[in-house]
C-alpha cells in the first residue's frame, strides 16, 4: 500500500513538473518572436554541436592531436557566427558522427559527408559543396592492382567504415576491410594485409604525402560530392545552413578554405 501509495505521489509530481516545462517553452517561443535568427538561436542555447572524424584532411584533421580544424570547421564556424552561437566539435569514428546525428545528440555532422539513398532515409542534407574524385592507393611496386578494373570481386580493399567507398567497394563483392581512420588502412597496406585503399583525392594527397611506400593511380573510380548532415525533419536548422553554405560558395570561400589547407 505504501508503495502504492508513493508512485501516485510520483506520478502527480511528474505531471506537475511536465506542465511547468510545456509553460516554460511556450513563453521562450513567445519571448523570442520578432527576433533575428542570430538573437533567438543564442538565446535558446549558445552552442552549436558539430560531429565529424578528424582523420580526412583537408576537410577535418588535427595538428595538436586536439584541435581539428579543416575546411569543414572552417564553414561550420561560419555557420556558427551566423547563428549567434560558440561552435563545439565532438570528434568519433565517421559511422558515430552519423548515428550521433540520426539520435539528434549533436547538431549537424560535416566530415566530407556524400549524400546517398541510404543516408538520405535517415538524415537531411545541406546543398552539396564539394567535389571529389575517388580514387586508389597503392603500395609502390606491388603490382596488385593497376587500374580500376582490377578491383573487382574477392579484391581485398581497405575502406573507411561508412563512406561511400564503403558501399560501392561492398556492392563489387570485394573483400571489404573497414577502418576508423586511414591511417590504419596505410599501415595494413604497407604490411601486404589489403591490396589499395578507395578513397578521396584530397586526403589521399595527404596520406601518401605521410607514407613514402603509397602512391596514388592515375585514375579514378567515380566522383563524390559533399553535404552537412542533419536530423531528419530538422528543417529550421537546415535552412539556416544552406543559407550560410549557399553565401560560401558564391562568395568563393569554400574554394578558399580548401586551399589554405591543402597547402599548409
Do not use: W
Not at 7 to 15: D, G
Not at 113 to 139: G, L, W
Not at 148 to 156: L, R
Not at 202 to 215: D, K, R
Request: aromatic share 6%; net charge negative; charged share 25%.
Amino acid at each position: 500500500m505504501k508503495k502504492f501509495v508513493s508512485l501516485a505521489c510520483v506520478f502527480t509530481m511528474a505531471v506537475s513538473v511536465l506542465a511547468g516545462c510545456g509553460s516554460a517553452k511556450t513563453e521562450t517561443k513567445a519571448e523570442t518572436t520578432g527576433e533575428t535568427v542570430a538573437e533567438s538561436t543564442a538565446a535558446a542555447g549558445g552552442k552549436l554541436i558539430m560531429a565529424t572524424e578528424a582523420g580526412f584532411a583537408p576537410y577535418e584533421y588535427t595538428e595538436d592531436g586536439q584541435t581539428v580544424i579543416g575546411v569543414d570547421v572552417d564553414i561550420a564556424n561560419e555557420i556558427a557566427k551566423a547563428m549567434g552561437k560558440e561552435l563545439e566539435i565532438q570528434n568519433m569514428t565517421f559511422d558515430g558522427a552519423l548515428l550521433a546525428v540520426q539520435e539528434g545528440a549533436v547538431d549537424f555532422a560535416a566530415a566530407g559527408i556524400s549524400v546517398i539513398p541510404e543516408r538520405q532515409e535517415n538524415m537531411d542534407f545541406s546543398i552539396e559543396y564539394a567535389t571529389s574524385k575517388q580514387v586508389i592507393v597503392v603500395k609502390k611496386g606491388a603490382d596488385v592492382i593497376t587500374s580500376p578494373e582490377d578491383i573487382k570481386e574477392g579484391t581485398a580493399v581497405g575502406v573507411q567504415m561508412g563512406t561511400t567507398a564503403d558501399f560501392y567497394c561492398g556492392d563489387l563483392g570485394c573483400d571489404v576491410k573497414q577502418y576508423n581512420k586511414y591511417a590504419e588502412a596505410a599501415l595494413e597496406l604497407m604490411n601486404g594485409k589489403i591490396a589499395c585503399i578507395v578513397m578521396d583525392s584530397l586526403p589521399a594527397e595527404q596520406l601518401v604525402a605521410a607514407n613514402e611506400e603509397l602512391e596514388i593511380l592515375d585514375a579514378e573510380l567515380f566522383t563524390d560530392k559533399y553535404a552537412i548532415a542533419v536530423k531528419k525533419g530538422n528543417t529550421e536548422l537546415l535552412d539556416q545552413i544552406n543559407e550560410v553554405l549557399q553565401t560560401l560558395v558564391d562568395e568563393g570561400k569554400v574554394d578558399e578554405y580548401t586551399i589554405n589547407h591543402t597547402t599548409k
